[in-house]
T-cell receptor, first 111, second 113 residues
Framework: KQEVTQIPAALSVPEGENLVLNCSFT??????LQWFRQDPGKGLTSLLL?????REQTSGRLNASLDKSSGRSTLYIAASQPGDSATYLC??????????FGQGTILTVHP | GAGVSQTPSNKVTEKGKYVELRCDPI?????LYWYRQSLGQGPEFLIY????????DSGLPNDRFFAVRPEGSVSTLKIQRTERGDSAVYLC???????????FGAGTRLSVL
C-alpha cells in the first residue's frame, strides 16, 4: 500500500526566505507526482505536476524535483511572501489518476 | 460552470440520519473522484468514476457509503446511518484526458452530531 509522508508538518518563516518542503513515498511505481496548495475552506489547487519520467518542474517561484528511485520529492519556494501561507500537499498517482496524499505541510510566512 | 461545484457547502446532521452530497464536475470531464479529508490530514480516496461506472470503489469505508453518476456528469455521494466518525470534508474532483490533472471543488463539510 502506497504511503506518502511530508516533512515538516508545519513551518513558519519570515517573508523573503527561500524554503524547502519534503515529500517521501514508499512505492516507486508511480505515474506522476503533484504538489497542491490548499487554503482554509477552499479546495485544492494543483501547483506542479511531475511525470514519472521527469526530474523537475518549475512555475514562477516554485520548483519541484522528483527522485523516483529513492521515493522523494521536494518543493522549493523562492523569496516567500505572506500570500504563500497555506497548506501544501504532495500526492502520487496510480496509473489512472487515483491520488494518494501526504498529510500536508502548514506554511506560515510572516511579514 | 467554470469549475467543480459541490453542494451543500456545509451539512449538519444527526447521528443515524441519511445524507446526500452532490458534485457537478467541469463540463466534458469524463473522470470524477471523491475524497474525504479529516482535520489535519490529507484527503483520502473514496471512489473513482469513468463515465457512468465506478471503476474503483476500494476507498469506500463500508457499505453505508454509496455513490452514483447515472448520466456520466453529476455525481451524488450517499451516506446511510451517519456516525460521528463520518464528520469530515468531502472533496470531489474531475479530470479529462490527456491532461489528467484533477480539478477540485471547495468541498462539503459534513458534521454529524
Amino acid at each position: 500500500k502506497q504511503e506518502v509522508t511530508q516533512i515538516p508538518a508545519a513551518l513558519s518563516v519570515p517573508e523573503g526566505e527561500n524554503l524547502v518542503l519534503n515529500c517521501s513515498f514508499t512505492d516507486s511505481a508511480i505515474y506522476n507526482l503533484q504538489w497542491f496548495r490548499q487554503d482554509p475552506g477552499k479546495g485544492l489547487t494543483s501547483l506542479l505536476l511531475i511525470q514519472s519520467s521527469q526530474r523537475e518542474q518549475t512555475s514562477g517561484r516554485l520548483n519541484a524535483s522528483l527522485d523516483k528511485s529513492s521515493g522523494r520529492s521536494t518543493l522549493y519556494i523562492a523569496a516567500s511572501q505572506p500570500g504563500d501561507s497555506a497548506t501544501y500537499l504532495c500526492a502520487v498517482t496510480a496509473s489512472y489518476g487515483k491520488l494518494t496524499f501526504g498529510q500536508g505541510t502548514i506554511l506560515t510566512v510572516h511579514p | 460552470g467554470a469549475g467543480v461545484s459541490q453542494t451543500p457547502s456545509n451539512k449538519v446532521t444527526e447521528k443515524g440520519k441519511y445524507v446526500e452530497l452532490r458534485c457537478d464536475p467541469i463540463s466534458g470531464h469524463t473522470a470524477l473522484y471523491w475524497y474525504r479529508q479529516s482535520l489535519g490530514q490529507g484527503p483520502e480516496f473514496l471512489i473513482y468514476f469513468q463515465g457512468t461506472g465506478a471503476a474503483d470503489d476500494s476507498g469506500l469505508p463500508n457499505d453505508r457509503f454509496f455513490a452514483v453518476r447515472p448520466e456520466g456528469s453529476v455525481s451524488t455521494l450517499k451516506i446511510q446511518r451517519t456516525e460521528r466518525g463520518d464528520s469530515a470534508v468531502y472533496l470531489c474532483a474531475s479530470s479529462s484526458e490527456p491532461e489528467n490533472i484533477q480539478y477540485f471543488g471547495a468541498g462539503t463539510r459534513l458534521s454529524v452530531l
